[in-house]
């Protein structure tokens, strides 16, 4: 003899997931918020030693690498499906202002202040907190007292202020 038996066998759909939305770079000690259009999905960090996020999408830099964020949603069958976004995490440029000479002198002289220099980088000079009007070059010549400061912003999109450099101008 044969027999035969006959089981019906459903094979449910992977739920439609969004794709990841959003800026996908962060500086370390930044956050920045990605967004999903799919309801109900959950948000994780493939590495939380680079990166965290919360369940509203806030993906916060920890430290510089690389790191898969997931949305995924798990439909009524419960198939599950993800949505992936690579996040950059960039670690802040290191400014700093070297002095070309010494930064007391008498009326009339200057001395040049000279920001850390990289391909792409953008410069804004600083008096005392305040941006002075088209102080956007590597380097300034400062010829009147103040605390003079930059900040430097790069391909990397994490600005770093530069420690202040005290400039004394005598009579």
């Known amino acids: 003899g044969t027999a035969t038996a006959t089981q019906a066998v459903t094979v449910n759909p992977f739920p439609i997931v969004a794709p990841?939305?959003?800026?996908?770079?962060?500086?370390?000690?930044?956050t920045t918020t990605l967004s999903n259009a799919t309801p109900a999905g959950v948000w994780t960090s493939g590495n939380t030693l680079?990166?965290?996020v919360s369940s509203t999408?806030?993906?916060?830099?920890?430290?510089a690498g690389s790191v898969p964020i997931s949305y995924t949603v798990v439909n009524t069958a419960g198939?599950?499906?993800a949505s992936i976004g690579v996040m950059a995490v960039n670690a802040p440029i290191s400014a700093v202002i070297t002095p070309a000479s010494s930064t007391f002198f008498c009326s009339g002289a200057f001395v040049t202040l000279n920001a850390s220099a990289g391909t792409g980088y953008t410069y804004q000079w600083?008096?005392?907190?305040?941006?002075i009007?088209?102080?956007t070059a590597a380097s300034y010549n400062a010829n009147f007292t103040g605390n003079f400061g930059v900040i430097v912003n790069g391909p990397?999109?994490?600005?770093?202020?530069?420690?202040v450099v005290p400039v004394t101008v005598n009579p």
Not at 20 to 30: D, E, F, I, M, R
Not at 57 to 63: E, P
Request: aromatic content about 2%.
């Open 20 to 30: 990841v939305t959003g800026v996908l770079k962060v500086c370390v000690a930044g």
């Open 50 to 52: 680079l990166a965290t």
């Open 57 to 63: 999408g806030v993906v916060s830099g920890v430290a």
């Open 79 to 81: 198939c599950a499906y």
């Open 126 to 131: 600083q008096n005392g907190g305040v941006d």
């Open 133 to 135: 009007a088209g102080a």
């Open 156 to 163: 990397s999109i994490c600005a770093s202020s530069a420690p």
